[in-house]
């Protein structure tokens, strides 16, 4: 709102919310909403301060800076610092800045805030902290591939298509349209469109370029693109609204460009559709050629599958409509009201489905387990490594792999009650090496006991 108007902010903001990665971060128990809040906060009030000249909005983005470290780590620091360095270079800033930024300061109270929590941490747990948190789940995901979590270079190519569906279509004609091709005598949209630009590229090399791929390590790429896909259809809107401020555009007028990009909407929401309704066939026929038992395994899923075939066929056939008559309020409307209804379904019928044959079973064995009066017991997973394991069962989980399996045949056998969790496949080879008993299955997920009278846990 404050870079152009409040069609624009609040265009920006629907686009973010709606996006379907966005959703699915707000619902999971993972730190990256918290951290995307943070960089997107403390990038957006440095760009107004470069613009206000307003010092203490940069004091501001740099605590919120060191609060995003605090989140996650140094990522929290080096996303803003690759996209402002850059962008003051590109601008002619880069001195202005430096002697306006209050630099020393800054680092004073970026300072005051991380230091505590490190010191801390470094005094309780020492050397085995700075391993784990800064080499291992830093310097070590990006140099090497950690936990199997690997991709090619362009695996967050597929992950914008979706991740930021249904904006996603508009999103490659927006970075060419608003890319700016002079740096000469940038106005304020332009100078945004750029920051917004550079902001997205660096995040998206950075990550790209990393050996370790996750599709949530990328969120702090969303904002950027709700920035500059509102952009492009606040000028796609502009018509309809003439006292709208326009921003430079490179080759004219938008028109064109953005009904393709609606035309590619249109398409991929039949296509969706098409696959969607295919699902229960496809499910089933994948699930009678699982290997080791897992076809034992009923999964059952409920009619969401069609309900959402439904819902993208309608709105492919309406968008299309839409821009073949150049009715551009509908086309907007439709494209949010597809997010929004998509994000209903999904929560109330989709994911239920999904946790209860991925998530749900680690709750119940977790939960069973607690039941017990053994305040010795250990608990182990082996080949699968999910964190939650250790939230649910509230204690400290040995994380096992297949060459660790001389070290569980030993825990096994020490006497002391043992609980491992793995997957179906690996029950039989892990119970065949230790001499553990079956205590329980849920789903794809297996539960072992190092003793006889532990083994009358099954819980489905």
């Known amino acids: 709102k404050r870079a152009d108007n409040k069609i624009y902010g609040l265009l920006s903001g629907f686009i973010l919310a709606t996006s379907i990665e966005i959703i699915g971060l707000a619902h999971a128990a993972i730190t990256d909403m918290t951290l995307t809040f943070f960089i997107a906060t403390s990038l957006y009030l440095f760009f107004l301060a470069t613009e206000s000249h307003n010092k ?19 990522i929290g620091i080096a996303i803003p610092a690759m996209t402002i360095i850059p962008y003051l270079i590109l601008t002619k800033r880069f001195k202005e800045t430096l002697r306006e930024a209050r630099l020393f300061s800054g680092a004073i109270i970026f300072l005051a805030i991380i230091l505590p929590w490190y010191i801390l941490e470094i005094r309780a747990n020492g050397w085995e902290y700075i391993n ?30 979706i991740g930021f569906f249904p904006w996603s279509a508009f999103l490659p004609y927006a970075i060419y349209k608003l890319t700016p091709r002079s740096l000469k005598e940038l106005n304020l949209n332009s100078r945004l469109m750029l920051f917004s630009v550079i902001w997205f590229s660096a995040v998206f090399v950075f990550f790209s370029l990393s050996r370790t791929k996750l599709p949530n390590y990328i969120a702090s790429l969303f904002p950027p ?18 006292p709208l401020p326009r921003v430079e ?21 039949i296509t969706l559709a098409a696959a969607l309704f295919f699902v229960p066939a496809i499910l089933s026929r994948v699930h009678s050629s699982l290997p080791d038992g897992f076809a034992d395994i009923p999964i059952k899923i409920g009619k969401w599958p069609i309900i959402l075939a439904v819902l993208f066929f309608a709105s492919g056939i309406l968008s299309a409509i839409a821009f073949l008559k150049d009715m551009r309020s509908l086309l907007i409307g439709v494209i949010g009201l597809t997010s929004s209804i998509f994000l209903l379904i999904a929560l109330n019928l989709a994911i239920p489905d999904i946790e209860r044959l991925i998530q749900s079973p680690l709750k ?18 082996y080949r699968i490594n999910n964190p939650s394991i250790l939230f649910y069962s509230q204690q400290k989980v040995f994380t096992l792999h297949k060459d660790n399996i001389e070290k569980l045949k030993a825990m096994a056998g020490e006497g002391t009650p043992l609980y491992v969790i793995t997957k179906l496949p690996y029950a039989r080879e892990l119970k065949e090496a230790t001499g553990m008993h079956y205590a329980g299955q849920d789903s794809i997920y297996i539960l072992l006991a190092n003793n006889m009278a532990q083994c009358r846990l099954d819980k489905k």
């Open 249 to 269: 555009l490179k080759g004219g007028d938008i028109l064109r460009g953005t009904k393709y990009s609606a035309a590619f909407f249109s398409i991929l929401c």
């Open 132 to 161: 784990a948190f800064f080499l291992k789940h830093n310097i070590q995901r990006f140099t090497s591939v950690n936990s199997g979590h690997s991709g090619p270079l362009f695996y967050y190519i597929p992950v914008i298509l």
């Open 225 to 242: 693109m709700a920035l500059i896909t509102a952009m492009l259809l606040k000028e796609y809107l502009t018509p309809l609204y003439p």
């Open 364 to 381: 119940n064995f977790a939960a069973v387990i607690r039941e017990k009066n053994e305040p010795e017991r250990r608990i182990a997973s």
């Open 56 to 74: 203490r909005l940069y004091l501001v983005s740099y605590a919120l800076m060191a609060l995003a470290v605090l989140t996650k780590g140094p």
